[in-house]
């Protein structure tokens, strides 16, 4: 469990360096020794670590200032201050500054080890949960993902930047996700930040880093995220959307591997891999001079083109089985699907792709109760047709009609013409309507008033 995992351990007490390495070496662990807070930082920038242990007094500077630098360098590594006995406040401090734990100097070693250890398994499971959600979401069936995914792996061990195009819903983020599961950085960080949304103020803070108190009010983060997932990968999502100003930094980042933080003067150099995506015609935009060729090439250096869910229907079965059975865990049901509605899935054109798709299903699955869900059952998202290939492409857009617009909306529309119904066949009955539904009797009432039904 401990194995390959490094600690730095800083402290001008060379003995006591030693002390602690040896008693962190016997559980496999690998240790730096620093005495001093440049050689420390020197350390965290050119060396892979998952834990500090930090002392607080240093002869070139104090533990509190070798905190916040290694938070500006990589906000994610865990650091123990060792403090004096009598100094609470320097241990308040630090814990303020986002130290994960501190003891009190003399310390017992045996402590130490423990909380060392206890932090490093913690990261070690937070890295496992990310790596089960990307198992666990990202499926694939057809020939061409498959041979995306091929050529992803030749290139998984590289730092060769990708570029990642494909309509709305394809899977641009998911598979940003599992690019970098399957990279040697997967220990490091995975930043992602939304370039279409991030307002263009904000967006120069968040990726190159801010001053406190200067620029936006808004992000008080000091080092950006290109800064922060050093070691690791950032994701720049809807990169089409980025300023000239913006593209021109950015291309400084990746010809130079340095950034300079807003408001400073001085370089900080960063080891990240950079995936980006987007759902603009990138090439497009280079021609009408929008998006510069010199970075567009830096970006692309690997191109993956997703293609639209309704060119691989081969994945969209194992997406329907996948979420049927997440929704049966979520709502706890055991639905299952019959092969005619699956046809009919397989065959929408689905111009939302797979985001499209999982709402569509979720929406059929609320309503449903229990059983297998059949083509009648689909009456929810108005599949209300046998598909042709035809129907696929020709259809479409009446299709989408049915299944776009928001959930909450549709499901009282529902809920409405289902109370309708049910008190049509009773002639009125509330009592019965109101077991026909499987609802108590007040709340039908209730319902009957809110969309003002006649009785
Ligand atoms: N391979 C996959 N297996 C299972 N689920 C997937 C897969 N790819 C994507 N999804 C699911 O489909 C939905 C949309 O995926 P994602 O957000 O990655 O699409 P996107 O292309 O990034 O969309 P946008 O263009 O809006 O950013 C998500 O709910 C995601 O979990
Ligand atoms: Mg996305």
Known sequence: MTK??????????????????????????????????????????????????????????????????????NKRIPVVMLTAFSN??????????????YLNKPMDLEELKNIVLKICNQKSNEN?????????????????????????????????SILILGESGVGKTTLAKWIHEQSNRKKGPLLAINCA????????????GNQQGTASEANHTESGKIAASSGGTIFLDEIGEISPNMQAKLLNVIEN?????????????????????????????????????????????????????????EDIPIFIEHQISL???????????????????????????????????????ILKRFGTILPEDLVHTSFQFEPTDDDASTNHADNHNFLSGNLPQILEEVEEKMIKQ????????????????????????????????KI
């Not at 949960?129 to 499926?139: L, S």
């Not at 009125?428 to 709340?443: P, V």
């Open 4 to 73: 390959n995992l490094s600690v730095l351990i800083v402290d001008d007490e060379v003995q006591l360096c030693k002390l602690i390495a040896r008693k962190l070496k016997k559980t496999d662990v690998i240790t730096y020794l620093a005495h001093s807070g440049n050689e420390a930082l020197s350390i965290v920038k050119t060396q892979h670590v998952d834990a500090v242990i930090l002392d607080y007094m240093l002869p070139d500077m104090t533990g509190l200032d070798v905190l916040k630098k290694i938070q500006k360098m």
């Open 88 to 101: 609470v406040e320097s241990a308040v401090s630090a814990m303020k500054l986002g130290a994960v734990d």
């Open 128 to 160: 496992k949960t990310i790596e089960k959600e990307v198992r666990d979401t990202f499926a694939f069936q057809s020939n061409k993902m498959k041979k995306i995914i091929d050529l992803l792996k030749q290139v998984s061990e590289t730092d060769a």
């Open 197 to 208: 949304t991030t307002p263009e103020f904000l967006l120069e803070g968040e990726l190159f």
């Open 257 to 313: 591997k340095q950034v300079m933080q807003l408001g400073k003067k001085d370089y900080q150099s960063v080891d990240v891999r950079i995936i980006t995506a987007t759902n603009k015609n990138l090439k497009e935009l280079v021609k009408n001079r929008i998006f510069r060729e010199d970075l567009y090439y830096r970006l692309n250096l690997i191109e993956i083109e997703i293609p639209p869910l309704r060119e691989r229907k």
């Open 327 to 365: 929704l049966n865990s979520k709502y706890n049901k055991d639905l299952k699907i019959d092969r005619k509605s699956m046809t009919i899935f397989q065959n929408h054109y689905w111009p939302g792709n797979i985001r499209e798709l999982l709402n569509a299903l979720e929406r059929v699955h």
């Open 422 to 453: 049910a008190l049509e066949e009773t002639n009125g009955n509330q009592t019965k309507a109101a077991e026909k539904l499987g609802i108590a009797r007040h709340t039908l009432i209730y319902k009957v008033k809110k969309f003002g039904l």
